[in-house]
């Protein structure tokens, strides 16, 4: 029997006290809570000890498994990690013992209720008012973009801003493991990914979602990031007229961009030559925006780079259009 919404908005309210407080505004990024008694929060890309904490283990774990309960997801010493979402949206990853030998840890990513535009980060120093420029001009002429970064750099904060800068007139079809962007158009689809269920079934892939999109007449394609072999089925929608799409990936330098997102294709079912490959990567990607976390924790951007080509002598063909170092900036 499911768990009517509003008794599950209330118990998860209940259960997850010790850190209600930090579930309000949007000046905390990030809820850390390793084991009980130790809880962290991001506040403007800096993490915090707080002085709050769970009654118990006991208790962590009551409030754990009712969300893995409203959620239908299996978790226990045999699945020990659970993926979920609170009520206000704030996606939750959690693992507990045997796998997390110090007691459940968890980690809870904020939604953020006021999403940054591009005009905000360019107030925060993430971007310059000529990247701001430069940027516009990337999406207003519907170049391919993929915004890369490591963990915490603000790739989503940035995504969502420059998918918000698309035309009303877009059809817009978003697909994401968990919903975050808000982009605030008129037209926009959401799709979301869902695991399987307690018995292996019902589960829907971004890749799965991304084969439908192309039936439903999308003019831009968002997918919140490329992970696997979506890579492949997203490049080849690229290369087969499909302008305008945005994601984001794992990657610390424009040109590993690229090499990553080898990496994400050739895990795909489909044996495609490296050579080949290569190819219609440098085809599909027009702009790559790296993002970068500073050593102060505000976040910047160092490069929007262009995608030239490929040659297979000299590899791929590429020009920084910006360039700065990440160095320590301003804070907000």
Sequence with gaps: MSIPRHVFDETVAALFAPVAAFLEGDDVTEIMINGHAEIYVERRGRLYRTGSEFASEHA?????RNLSQFVGRELNPRHPILEARL???SRVEAIIPPAA??????CIRRFRRRQLTLNRLLELGTITRDTAGL????VARRDNVLVA???GSGKTSLLNALASLASEDDRVVIMEDSQELQLGLSHVV???AQPADLKGRGEVTIRELLRATLRMRP???VIGEIRGGEALDLIQAMTSGHRGCLSTVHATLPFDTLSRLETMALMSDVDVPLNVLRGQIASAIDTIVQVSRRSDGSRCVTHVTEVLGYDQESGYRIN???ERSAGSGRRE
């Design 135 to 138: 940027l516009r001009t990337v």
């Design 149 to 151: 970064g490591g963990s």
């Design 320 to 322: 920084h259009l910006f």
């Design 101 to 106: 030998s110090s007691g459940p840890v968890v």
């Design 60 to 64: 962590l774990m009551s409030a754990l």
């Design 87 to 89: 009520p206000d949206g």
């Design 190 to 192: 959401h799709l979301e």
């Design 219 to 221: 003019d831009r394609i």
